[in-house]
């Protein structure tokens, strides 16, 4: 389905995995191999970015992006594909 902004209702995460499935396969790992770590998800802090990189500690930044429709998709003004 097409919004009106012109994005599909998907998304796409540009890192090959959304984030909440990456931080729990990394967490999963982890205990898998008796690392003591917790993966953690957060909003864009970049005080806390600031933080955590100062601290040492590794932090991994993921981004899911809008899927924008195709030209001529039905769902917006003008793209609706033409009858006969």
Avoid: N
Avoid at 13 to 36: H, I, K, N, Y
């Amino acid at each position: 389905m097409v919004g009106p902004e012109g994005y599909t209702d998907g998304k796409m995460s540009l890192a090959g995995a959304f984030p909440d499935e990456l931080a729990e396969a990394l967490q999963a790992d982890a205990d898998e191999r008796g690392v003591d770590v917790d993966v953690a998800l957060s909003g864009y802090d970049r005080r806390l970015l600031g933080a955590e990189l100062s601290a040492g500690r590794p932090v991994l930044v993921s981004c899911v992006v809008l899927l924008p429709r195709k030209p001529g998709s039905p769902g917006l003004s003008g793209g609706s594909p033409k009858t006969a």
